[in-house]
């Protein structure tokens, strides 16, 4: 009776042990289509449960479990079972099984070839079109023929007619273009990991557009999602346009040359919206706080601040009144008189700062009803 109990042992933490090797990437991605659904310890009702995601929120899943259920990554990265009728797939993560497979423009053999992949290269999958997948390569939208991609949860994910895809014209692309360094994040929401930074006039490919984000997949195919405010969209046909609406060749200059560079110092500062807080940091990516911010973000532009925010305001720069204040400008707070935080003007009653460990480095507002009052403004540029 022991030996069974110490097989069973080894054999969850076995399986352990395979589900965490594939957390470097899900094998499948999903929607939750409950008001609420439970993750439990186990896969079963009978498990303890351990967390609940809400209605459409963003799943990785990493494995099928015997009954229906799902193996996931948890919000904190550990392991967690959901029941698999509460998910709707995404997409799903396949190993390509032949070498020069075929990608066609539509779901039939008669479409045009736009790209080929080979044997054990992975792709993931977005919808099945009859006996085709809908696929990225690169950022170019394709089908490739079902036989020729294995995957335990493809046959999750939605099946559409082939008729709905034209075979000989395909739809027109659309696309985005960041109008400044952007963020390009795993999941849409400022405190989901940061996979890259993407600069302006580069190229991505839409995938949808919600409200304040959009999901895209980048020329060399990296999924996530950009803030929807900080990007030009448009069809494939005006990326000319798209990417020229971001030149300042026709933009006259501001009759103020340090106006200009203030717009700088906030156009740099934006691209870290939804890092980390740490006390006493000074990473830019990976957690600063207030004084920290602002002198991380100066540093870029060789204007050495005080470490601390009542340095700062005693130090470093010239005082201006609120009806003066420009972009770039620093804004001082505390109370009685005593500075304890420290933020960047950015335009429109806003600033930007390293605010608290609950909200990282954010976006708020400059003149204040509540919390500390403004002690004072200084420009150091």
């Known amino acids: 009776m022991a030996r069974k109990k110490i097989k069973k042992i080894i054999g969850a933490a076995t399986l352990g042990v395979l589900i965490f090797s594939q957390a ?24 303890k449960v351990i967390d609940s995601a809400g209605n459409n929120e963003y799943i990785h899943i990493l494995d099928k479990v015997d009954g229906g259920w799902y193996a996931i990554e948890t919000k904190t990265k550990g392991l967690g079972y959901v029941s698999g009728q509460y998910i709707d797939m995404q997409k799903a993560r396949g190993i390509v099984n032949a070498n020069n497979v075929n990608i066609r423009s539509g779901a039939d053999y008669s479409a045009p070839v736009i790209s080929k992949v080979h044997k054990n290269n992975v792709l993931y999958a977005h919808e099945q079109v009859g006996d085709w997948l809908l696929v990225y390569v690169g950022n170019q939208e394709g089908y490739i023929h079902r036989e020729f991609l294995d995957g335990i949860f493809i046959d999750q994910l939605t099946n559409k007619k082939a008729a709905a895809t034209p075979q000989n014209k395909p739809a027109e692309k659309t696309i985005a273009v960041p109008t400044t360094n952007v963020n390009l994040r795993e999941q849409a929401t400022t405190d989901s990991t940061v996979l890259r930074t993407v600069s302006p006039t580069t190229v991505v490919t839409v995938l949808s557009i919600g409200e304040d984000w959009v999901h895209v997949v980048t020329s060399d195919n990296i999924e996530g999602y950009m803030a929807k405010s900080y990007l030009n969209i448009g069809k494939e046909s005006a990326k000319d346009k798209l990417v020229g609406g971001n030149s300042q060749t026709n933009t006259p200059k501001p009759s103020n040359p340090s106006s200009n560079k203030g717009e700088e110092v906030v156009a740099y500062a934006m691209q870290f919206l939804g890092n980390p807080y740490v006390y006493g940091g000074n990473s830019l990516t990976t957690g600063v706080d207030c004084s920290g911010f602002t002198s991380q973000v100066y540093k870029n532009f060789g204007v050495s601040l005080s470490r601390s925010s009542s340095a700062q305001y005693a130090n470093n720069g010239t005082h201006v009144s609120s009806s003066d204040v420009r972009p770039g400008d620093l804004m001082f707070y505390g109370y009685n008189g005593n500075v304890s935080h420290v933020a960047i003007y950015i335009g429109n009653g806003q600033v930007i700062q390293a605010s608290t460990p609950k909200t990282g480095i954010t976006t708020g507002t400059a003149f204040r009803t509540s919390g500390k009052p403004l002690i004072g403004i200084k420009r150091v540029i």
């Open 24 to 47: 470097l990437y899900a094998n499948a991605y999903g929607n939750v289509n409950a008001t609420s659904l439970n993750i439990r310890a186990g896969a079963s009702a009978n498990h």
